[in-house]
């Protein structure tokens, strides 16, 4: 992945002129699927620069997802392993080769993205921004080809559009090709995404509540922008239909907490993943009963099995790693000089792969060029170690790891 960066960094360098502090930054955001830049001016750069940024997100979500579904198992670490479990053992029982799992998800990634940019080109789009956003939509990543995002092309159709297929890169591509053979029913059987679908729709709810009571907006027009930047944020996107600080206080502090939720396992998302949340609140509730019923015996399942104690324990440590690294990178960012809330939000957005921040610096109106230089490699460093869910980076600084 880091050559991977360098090597996405050197177009931006030889041919458009970008110092490398500021082209590795940009490079590793968009194989990472970020979404954070420090360019500006978006719409008045060259196509050619545009597209190369947009491809290295559409490669790095399709990659990372064939690496979490791939590889991430093998060494004991991300979310496949209980996505396995829970999935009616597809790995053994639907296609048990990983090239026909990766030959077969790479064509759904293309289709998908196929489908997304005929959409928003019927919806106003030009040619051109409909591939780019298609691609940067697919892989969750949220680069746009405008400083406004989102902004430019925000009609209800293109907004919508870019909600539905936000939602279908979060969910599990496994369960895509479960589909072909049992039907759509799998997705309504499955937890994972029942759980996802909740939390989207909680949200999505409470926020077009609050914003059409404090704004005065019509029901419409704030479910439709409230959905597109909550999705947008959930499923680690990064798009934004507008500056939502702007919308108070509440939506600054709701905003922050979803960078920490995330699309489900398998997806081209970031973050915590859903299935982390819901054994977590699985967790919360067993020891709620246990307070009322002490000798009780009580079990966490998802999708009728039992969760078992490795998972648990991968959970936790997943979790508290992604807190440490946050408050380290935030306490290092604020030692370069930086202001709390900016890095803060720019430490969070970083390991969770959102994209933008909050505040006038990298909130979504704004973006991260006037960092200064160690910053942005601090924060790159943070990029990698979210995409590749920290434990298979951290291993590497395992002593017994080298001594094994």
């Known amino acids: 992945w880091l050559i991977a960066a360098l090597a996405g960094a050197l177009p931006l360098v030889f041919h458009e002129h970008l110092r490398l502090t500021d082209a590795f930054f940009e490079s590793m955001s968009g194989i990472t699927t970020t979404g954070s830049t420090v360019l500006q001016g978006l719409d008045t750069l060259s196509p050619a620069l545009l597209l190369w940024r947009s491809m290295l997100q559409w490669l790095g979500g399709l990659g990372f997802m064939l690496m979490a579904i791939a590889i991430l198992p093998l060494v004991g670490v991300g979310g496949m392993r209980l996505f396995r479990s829970e999935s009616s053992d597809w790995s053994d029982k639907s296609l048990p080769r990983t090239r026909d799992i990766a030959v077969r998800i790479a064509w759904l990634y293309v289709s998908l993205t196929a489908l997304c940019g005929v959409a928003y080109w019927g919806f106003g789009m030009s040619p051109f921004d409909a591939v780019n956003h298609a691609m940067t939509t697919l892989a969750t990543g949220g680069y746009s080809t405008s400083d406004q995002s989102m902004g430019r092309f925000a009609s209800d159709g293109v907004l919508w559009t870019g909600t539905m297929f936000m939602i279908l890169a979060s969910l599990p591509f496994v369960l895509y090709l479960e589909s072909f053979r049992q039907g759509i029913r799998v997705f309504a059987r499955d937890d994972q995404v029942r759980f996802f679908f909740k939390l989207v729709l909680v949200v999505v709810a409470v926020g077009t509540t609050v914003l059409a009571y404090q704004q005065n907006l019509p029901v419409w027009e704030a479910v439709t922008v409230v959905a597109f930047n909550v999705v947008?944020?959930?499923?680690?996107?990064?798009?934004?239909?507008?500056?939502?600080?702007?919308?108070?206080?509440?939506?600054?502090?709701?905003?922050?907490?979803?960078?920490?939720?995330?699309?489900?396992?398998?997806s081209?998302?970031?973050?915590?993943?859903?299935?982390?949340?819901?054994?977590?609140?699985?967790?919360?509730r067993i020891q709620i009963r246990k307070l009322v019923h002490p000798n009780g015996v009580f079990v966490a399942r998802l999708n009728g099995k039992r969760v078992g104690d490795d998972i648990v324990s991968a959970m936790v440590g997943f979790s508290l790693a992604i807190v440490l690294t946050v408050v380290l990178v935030t306490l290092a960012l604020t030692a370069l000089g930086v202001d709390f809330i900016t890095a803060m939000s720019s430490a969070a957005t970083a390991v969770t792969n959102v994209g933008p921040g909050v505040g006038s610096m990298v909130g979504p109106a704004g973006n991260f060029?006037?960092?200064?230089?160690?910053?942005?490699?601090?924060?790159?460093?943070?990029?990698?170690?979210g995409r590749l869910e920290l434990m298979t980076v951290l291993v590497l600084l395992s002593r017994s790891y080298w001594q094994g």
Request: with cysteine.
């Open 268 to 284: 081209t998302a970031g973050s915590l993943k859903a299935f982390r949340l819901q054994i977590a609140l699985h967790l919360f």
């Open 232 to 266: 947008s944020t959930i499923t680690t996107t990064g798009f934004a239909s507008t500056d939502y600080t702007l919308w108070g206080e509440f939506f600054v502090a709701a905003f922050v907490f979803l960078m920490f939720t995330g699309g489900c396992s398998g």
């Open 369 to 385: 060029a006037a960092l200064p230089d160690p910053a942005k490699w601090l924060l790159a460093g943070a990029m990698l170690l």
